[in-house]
């Protein structure tokens, strides 16, 4: 297939790597940024940029920018892409991505599903892109009625290929109901965390526990400020749980109440047997 | 030296696998669990058990038991460690150990000083401890006016043995402050985080940063309840400093305010920049 992946931050410039790497399809590669573009080719992750001239030709359109952006780049280059294409944007968010996408690709023809790679680091950009990012990670996809089987099994087999473990189903309101518990509240809990000053003394006094409890904490304000705004309703009802059972914690040590202690931890043990993620 | 070595759970444990890996000294073990000490002497991880007996021949006396059982075991076997030997507990909090601890060892002459091992993980007791357990993590040991250089020097050259990075001295006070941030916030952060009932329905959503805010709700929920009754006047102040971090969340996203969450962003991920731990 010839592919274009547009954007070469961590999450497209990993799908360049990944291709390159482990499949035999052309990657055209696209960035704002010219030094990405450079990199990106210097280091074998795509074949050529995407230009006007050849995204008609691609058969695969990969958009990994940030939601407003990949609307904004859809709209702009829909009459661009061949009615025998499948577009798929990356976006965190897909309610506000989806409802925007999915009437363009109808009016003008050609395939389009939303997709969320469940697989991320504390680093962004393209220069924190890997080969392997994706090995082991679920391809969440949402497919509708206009979707049909032969589209996903092509999909499966290239983002198998890739080395996903496999693909899961969900509408855009589900996913983004789980992932603002999954993904975007560990990012903002993590903010919060480090926010404690003593944080910033002396060091020497922390094992695994602070260290995972911190790490996306460098994350990138931008990016998640957008992804934020576009799921407040279900990551509100989030942030309203946790700091409930945080405050369940609270009261139960000011009441030095040994048998709530108790019941609070082995509740939230329990809890994590049956939640899986190690 | 002859160690002895009080509790083989994942701490205790640990250090007689690593002492027995590492160096030629010779463990004596202690545990209330009969099938424990089976292992302990089956994988070669002590040479004997301790008994009354070989108590006083022990150089170094390790206690490695909840803080409340670790009082009794000393205040019951004060009267058999030699003048000689220098006792270490391994508690998770230190002013209620070493206010206890103290005065007996300066009753019955031995040396006294409290410690504990920056290090752990998830599962606990003997069978998840290993050889390997303190590689590169501080070891934090709380000298007071009594403590002697000499008696540093053995015990830095020990724990380097074992192959922990380095000694980290403190005073009981300033421990269990950091302590509650660095560790114990942690671990009930992890078992709120978990308790959403969104944690309970479907998988394949999740990546990294769920795995690792959720991953130490799996704790002994006995040891913690007493290591958080010893430290709530710290641990309630750190966590209203996170309920209150969270809120300011909250409300940035009820008001809908990119330049706010975007601010608040900013400030964890310049603080995580300057706190260290990855």
Redesign the interface.
């Given at each position: 297939m010839r592919i274009a992946v547009v954007g070469l931050g961590l999450i497209g410039g990993s799908m360049a790597k990944s291709i390159k790497a482990r499949t035999a399809h052309t990657v055209y590669g696209a960035d704002l940024d010219r030094e990405t573009l450079t990199m990106a080719r210097m280091c074998g992750a795509m074949d050529a940029p995407l230009t006007e001239e050849n995204l008609p030709q691609c058969d695969l359109v990969l958009v990994a920018i940030c939601p407003g952006a990949a609307i904004q780049w859809v709209t702009d280059h829909a009459d661009k892409i061949a009615k025998s294409a499948i577009l798929v944007d990356l976006c965190g968010v897909k309610r506000v991505v989806v409802e925007a996408l999915a009437p363009i690709a109808a009016a003008h023809g050609f395939a389009y599903i939303g997709g969320h790679p469940?697989?991320?680091?504390?680093r962004g950009g393209f220069t924190a892109a890997t080969d392997d990012l994706y090995e082991g990670?679920?391809m969440?996809l949402t497919p509708d009625k206009r979707t049909d089987m032969q589209l996903l099994e092509t999909l499966k087999d290239f983002f198998l290929d890739l080395g996903f473990a496999?693909l899961?189903f969900?509408d855009p309101a589900?996913?983004d109901?789980?992932?603002?518990?999954?993904?975007q509240?560990?990012?903002?809990?993590?903010?919060?965390?480090?926010?404690?000053?003593?944080?910033?003394?002396?060091?020497?006094?922390?094992?695994?526990?602070?260290?995972?409890?911190?790490?996306?904490?460098?994350?990138d304000?931008?990016m998640?400020?957008?992804l934020?705004?576009d799921n407040?309703d279900y990551?509100?009802a989030?942030?309203?749980?946790?700091?409930h059972?945080?405050?369940?914690?609270?009261q139960a040590?000011?009441a030095?109440d040994?048998e709530q202690?108790?019941a609070?931890?082995?509740?939230?043990?329990e809890?994590?047997?049956?939640?899986?993620?190690?």
């Open positions: 469940m697989a991320g680091k504390e990670a679920s969440i496999g899961t969900s589900e996913h109901r789980i992932i603002a518990f999954t993904s509240l560990a990012h903002i809990t993590s903010s919060a965390y480090v926010k404690s000053p003593e944080a910033q003394k002396r060091r020497g006094f922390s094992a695994g526990s602070f260290r995972d409890m911190t790490r996306v904490a460098r994350l304000e931008n998640w400020t957008e934020f705004l407040t990551l509100t989030e942030l309203d749980t946790l700091i059972h945080l405050t369940e914690f609270s040590l000011r030095r040994p202690l108790r609070l931890l082995r509740q939230g043990r809890m994590k047997a049956t939640a899986g993620g190690n």
